[in-house]
Nanobody, 119 residues
């Protein structure tokens, strides 16, 4: 299974971007989510959604980002509004078997990442 991200790019502060993630085949995962990473720092959790529709967000993006499950186990999107410079990072799509409250648990599949730059 491959996860392919799209929709990254550049935006101005206060602007919006939408990231999408699609699996090459059914990931057989209950949960999909997004992480992000800045060079030299640890990968951090951003947003998660599971098969029951539960969503969990990092406090830094709560109220600005919205994760949706376009097709359970196949695709998910992250709508990012009111972008800030601190949101600049490489964003990774991920899929795992646990619930959103467990941040998808052990991640079974990772995307290769898409760059988001806010200035």
């Amino acid at each position: 299974v491959q996860l392919v991200e799209s929709g990254g790019g550049s935006a101005q502060t206060g602007g919006s971007l939408r990231l999408s993630c699609a699996a090459s085949e059914e990931a057989d995962s209950n949960c999909m989510g997004w992480f992000r990473q800045v060079p030299g720092k640890r990968r951090e959790r951003v947003a998660f959604i599971d098969g029951a529709g539960a969503r969990v967000y990092a406090s830094s993006v709560e109220g600005r980002f919205t994760i949706t499950q376009d097709s359970p186990g196949y695709s998910a999107s992250l709508q990012m509004n009111s972008l800030q410079e601190e949101d600049t990072a490489t964003y990774y799509c991920a899929a795992g078997g646990e619930s959103a409250s467990a941040y998808c648990g052990r991640i079974a599949y990772w995307g290769e990442g898409t760059q988001v730059t806010v200035s």
